[in-house]
């Protein structure tokens, strides 16, 4: 993604504004740069126009062309009588920066450039890419791309978009950004056959200048937007991202992503377990959670999360009632809701006994409920008029004190206009009165298909009069359900991080930081043990007691005022695998063995000749509790990345850790710590003493704060800073083993 230089990066900020977007983004006249009869760009664009019931001028501009699938032919922008207000240059490469100097001679604010053949290419592209910007900025033109397919807006029905639109095109409470512009055609086509109507849709190209987050910002202000969805292939400015996110959250519009293309590369640090679970997309998920973006795994939920979080209103909790026509149904509900966390509470006595009046004497009011095939029987109950006992039955359930909101599977959607008029009256009053029952019922209504099946023209045509939505299909229902209940119990939580250097650590992590070892540039290499546990211990993390050992004596010695059993390790530098050459004994419970242990431990240092030894370190053992990794790896894009896991050393294999961009509190470390499956170790299952949590997380975010200060140190920066284990056994906290990897800090 092409980052402007220092002295244009404010003029670029001045044409990507929320402002200049609203009018970017609603062009009332449009100029077709390069068009032609022969340009199948060109016609796809008029087409989309025409689908989408674009009312203003549209003008082909080519200099030797006579006709553009009957548009009006201009030889150049600079002959236009009145300037469009978008010009969408079509031209190859070589051509492109002499339009956007007409597009400043005529202004013409806004332009989308179709061209490939710049930074995906290669270096040489990169280079066409910043010139490109350049010019753009000179000019004084916000620009959308390169390599860059268009747009459409649904409310203002502008789409100068160079794809097939399939029709129709229907306006609604969801806007999508792509970063691929192909799966656009993709999206359309999956909104029109499930009824989603978007508000905007926009492929990213290579964001040489409008940017994501520019985008998303805009989104988060525009008025018919209800909800975002994002196709992420990068994160190319991850502190832009997260302030944007946060102003998301305090609008109240939620996020969601599909975020693709993990690698490994972010598993560099290989000293460190942390290394091994904070890889890049590990980091990515993290980051979102933290930001409270939702993060889906396909297409199909990101559309549907979309949907379920534009259409419907906002349940407060968890408490789910659900009205079917099929017991199976049911269980097909059940199991997802139990898998998602989501209650499926009993009716309330009084619920139970209305609801049973409506039913056959062979079904059940109960939750979930299944009224049978008689429940699409109009006036089964008694009641006149074309409602179903699905329906009575759905006006009871809303009353009900148990419920937050109304799973409701009661309306079948016809492949066509019933030709029986009757029936069709009913099914459209029917409908109609639940998208009324949906805007005013005491809790929140949410309809769902029994399976993810395209809706006809017919059923679409009459969800869209009513303003309504159906989720498709009762598994990506509860899906997109699932994840909409977790957006909106962490809404207003969020509070965006700030990547890399500049987190700012505490006052007592600079301070500690700032010792002897501050004094000598670094380079790429571990510290010494003591080192690192002195650094610790200087900022307030607590550490084992411990000492340096230079001879047996004084082995001996440390291990009387600290403790028997002790264990003894090596201290260099220069050795890490300290146990491999038999540098570490554990248990020693008599002064003998401690003397033994130290000659054993000390002649393994000495056999390593290019180590620097500083000694023996002695320590106490510890038995009983709990062991958790505690560590912080520094990734490329997002900086440093807090890890916390249960297991110590066995932490890659238990699998249970919870991840947080820095800098973190100790209420957000708290939040980590409920996050893992092995929560019940913590807190005293199986009669083991409860863990004091408070203070573990205090610990645990003292050694964040530490590891920010290294990161941000004049003489070096963080590579690696890892506890583990950090042993916790009531209220006793304390680091066992410590491991610091610096590495020289790389020169502007």
Known sequence: ?????????????????????????????????????????????????????????????????????????????????????????????????????????????????????????????????????DRAVANGVTMLGPNCLGFVNAHTRSAPYALALPPPLIAGPVGVALQSGALASVVLGFAKAHAIGLSLLTSMGNEA??????????????????????????????????????????????????KVGSSPAGQQAALAHTGSVAGDDAVVDAVLRQLNVIRVTSLEELLTTGAALGYSRWPRGRRMGVLTLSGGSCDIIADAASARA???????????????????????????????????????????????????????????????????????????????????????????????????????IIPVTSTCVNVSD???????????????????????????????????????????????????????????WSEAPWSEAPWSEMEARRLLAGAGVPVVPGGLAGSADEAVEIARRVGLPVALKICSAQITHKSDLGGVVLGLGSEAEVRAGYEKVHAAGQAVPEASVDGVLVTPMRTGGAELLAGVTVDPAFGPVL????????????????????????????RMLGELRGLPLLQGARGGAPANLDAVAEAIAGLGEVALALNSAPNGSLRALEVNPLWVNGDQVEALDVLVITEARDQP
């Not at 987050?213 to 502190?239: K, M, N, Q, S």
């Not at 066509?416 to 069709?424: F, G, I, K, L, N």
């Not at 919870?658 to 509190?665: E, F, I, Q, W, Y």
């Open 209 to 258: 200048m409008m940017k994501t987050a520019d985008v998303l910002d805009y989104l988060v202000e525009d008025e018919a937007t209800r909800v975002i969805c994002l196709f992420l292939e990068e994160i190319g400015d991850p502190a832009r991202f997260a302030r944007v996110a946060e102003k998301a959250d305090r609008a109240g519009k939620p996020i969601v992503a599909l």
């Open 458 to 516: 017919y059923a679409r045509e009459l969800l869209r009069e009513h303003g309504i939505n159906v989720l498709g299909g009762l598994d990506l229902g509860m899906t997109a359900l699932g994840y909409a209940l977790r957006w909106l119990e962490n809404r207003g939580r969020v509070r965006a991080p700030v990547p890399g250097p500049a987190a700012a650590p505490g006052p007592a992590a600079t301070a500690a930081a700032a010792g002897p």
């Open 643 to 670: 890890a916390v896991g249960l297991g110590g050393i066995w932490v890659e294999v238990l699998n249970d850790t919870s991840l947080r961009l820095l800098p973190v509190d100790a209420a957000e470390v708290r």
């Open 1 to 133: 993604m092409t980052e402007p230089g220092p002295a244009n990066h404010g003029a670029v900020r001045e044409l990507v504004t929320p402002e200049r977007l609203r009018a970017f983004f609603a062009p009332r006249s449009i100029a077709l740069v390069g068009a032609s009869d022969n340009s199948g760009w060109a016609r796809f664009i008029v087409a989309s126009c025409a689908t989408a019931g674009f009312a203003g001028p549209l003008t082909a501009v080519h200099p030797r062309a006579t006709g553009a699938f009957g548009l009006p032919v201009m030889p150049s922008l600079r002959d236009l009588a009145e300037p469009a207000e978008l010009a969408f240059i079509l031209t190859p490469v070589q051509a492109v920066e002499g339009v956007l100097d007409d597009m400043g001679a005529a202004g013409i604010p806004n332009a989308v450039v179709l061209a490939s053949g710049y930074r995906e290419v290669g270096e040489a592209g990169r280079a066409l890419e910043d010139a490109l910007l």
């Open 342 to 444: 989501v209650a499926i509470p009993d009716f309330s006595a009084g619920t139970e006994a209305a609801i049973a009046a409506l039913l056959p004497p062979f079904a059940s009011a109960h939750n979930p409920l299944d009224v049978t095939g008689f429940g699409v029987l109009a006036n089964l109950s008694g009641k006149k008029g074309p409602l179903t006992a699905v329906d009575h039955a759905l006006n009871i359930a809303v009353q009900d004190p148990n419920l937050d909101f109304v799973l409701f599977s009661g309306v079948t959607l016809p492949e066509a206009r019933p030709p029986d008029e009757d029936a069709a009256r009913t099914l459209e009053t029917r409908v109609g009165w639940l998208a009324m029952r949906m805007g005013f019922a005491p809790i929140p």
